[in-house]
């Protein structure tokens, strides 16, 4: 059995190395760190800047180092990185070149405007944000 003072000894000795732990895990859970959406898909459920098409789904897809999407009509996809919580595509967005509605067309041309327009990606638990100067659009995971 341990005695009184020797547990008061050991359990503020053990106090510095706990609460570094539990510090670096609350530090990581707080960051938000957008690196995490590898491998993730999203679909909005709102957007301000431009109204959504009627009975459209705009999907945002993350691989390890690209970004693809199906705004609506034409499927489209660039190199990419997010890490610093800025989507910034790193090379030419390629795009399908199907003939769809207006609105979907206007649509597809607003989302890739909005994805060049290097938005900040905030990532709340399955709830994706990207918010650039003149829109935003808030997203949920795919299951």
């Not at 609350?26 to 459920?45: E, M, P, W």
């Not at 489209?76 to 997010?82: D, G, I, L, N």
């Amino acid at each position: 059995m341990i005695a009184p003072a020797s547990r008061r000894l050991l359990s503020t000795a053990l106090l510095p190395p706990v609460l570094a732990v539990v510090l670096v895990g609350v530090l990581a859970s707080c960051a938000g760190g957008t690196g995490d959406v590898a491998g993730r898909s999203f679909v909005a459920t709102d957007a301000t800047g431009h109204e959504l098409a009627a009975g459209s789904q705009v999907v945002l897809a993350f691989t390890e180092d690209s970004v693809g999407a199906q705004p609506g009509c034409n499927s489209m996809s660039a190199p990419a990185t997010w890490d610093d919580g800025t989507l910034r595509l790193t090379g030419e967005m390629r795009s399908t070149m199907m003939g769809c509605a207006d609105e979907l067309m206007a649509q597809d041309e607003w989302f890739s405007a909005l994805l060049r327009a290097e938005p900040t990606l905030t990532l709340d638990g399955s709830t994706l944000t990207l918010t650039a100067e003149d829109s935003t659009v808030t997203l949920v995971e795919q299951d």
